[in-house]
Structure formats: structure tokens, C-alpha cells
């Protein structure tokens, strides 16, 4: 009953930017960690960036300086702003929320969302 609804992918010019944004719906009490990921053709899937409840925040070392990962606890949404984009960041991007508590007694784990065309080219 839990679902993750990404928005914001597109088509952008290398240098540009996007806001990726990913809602979780349903019967929510909290969600722990929320991560977006990344695969591009022929590749693996990678860990773009992940945030804590707490604020704790890790990127990825390509995107470090570039990509801004933020969230809204009240909203159950995660947040990717991307700067500076490069052709090598083109990809689907997922976002996943890793603990989501739905009731006293029951926790998701690890919920994906179906992910959201990021290329990037000019």
C-alpha cells in the first residue's frame, strides 16, 4: 500500500539543471532513509545520495559539489537538486525509502519507486 511517485526527469543540456522529486503515499508513520539511485544503460545500479530522518546525508563521490539530497518529513518526499549536469549522469534515477513504519506493529523495507529518465545531452 506504500508507494513512491517520482517527478522532475527530462531532457537537459550539459550544465544544466533538474529537481527530482520523489513522494511516498499511503498510511505512513515515518520513514528512516531515503536514498535515490541511478543505472544507466549497461550499468549497474549506484547510490546517487541517501538522507536520514535525522539529516545524515552521503553522495556518491561523481556527484559530490553537484547534487543536493533534502527531504520533507510532514510531506514523506525526497528531493534531488542537480547542478552542473554531464552527459555521464544520464540514467533512470529511483528513489527508494529503506524503513518505512506503517503501523505500531508492521515495517516496510527497502521501497522502490519505478523510476524517472534523466538525460543528459545537447
Known amino acids: 500500500q506504500v508507494q513512491l511517485v517520482e517527478s522532475g526527469g527530462g531532457l537537459v543540456q550539459p550544465g544544466g539543471s533538474l529537481r527530482l522529486s520523489c513522494a511516498a503515499s499511503?498510511?505512513?508513520?515515518?520513514?528512516?532513509?531515503m536514498d535515490w539511485y541511478r543505472q544507466a544503460p549497461g550499468k549497474q545500479r549506484e547510490l546517487v545520495a541517501a538522507i536520514t530522518s535525522g539529516g545524515n546525508i552521503n553522495y556518491a563521490d561523481s556527484v559530490k559539489g553537484r547534487f543536493t539530497i533534502s527531504r520533507d518529513n510532514a510531506k514523506n518526499t525526497v528531493y534531488l537538486q542537480m547542478n552542473s549536469l554531464e552527459p555521464e549522469d544520464t540514467a533512470v534515477y529511483y528513489c527508494?525509502?529503506?524503513?518505512?513504519?506503517?503501523?505500531?506493529?508492521?515495517?516496510?523495507?527497502?521501497?522502490w519507486g519505478q523510476g524517472t529518465q534523466v538525460t543528459v545531452s545537447s
Open positions: 527508494k525509502a529503506d524503513k518505512v513504519k506503517v503501523t505500531i506493529f508492521r515495517t516496510m523495507f527497502n521501497v
Open positions: 499511503g498510511s505512513i508513520f515515518s520513514i528512516d532513509t
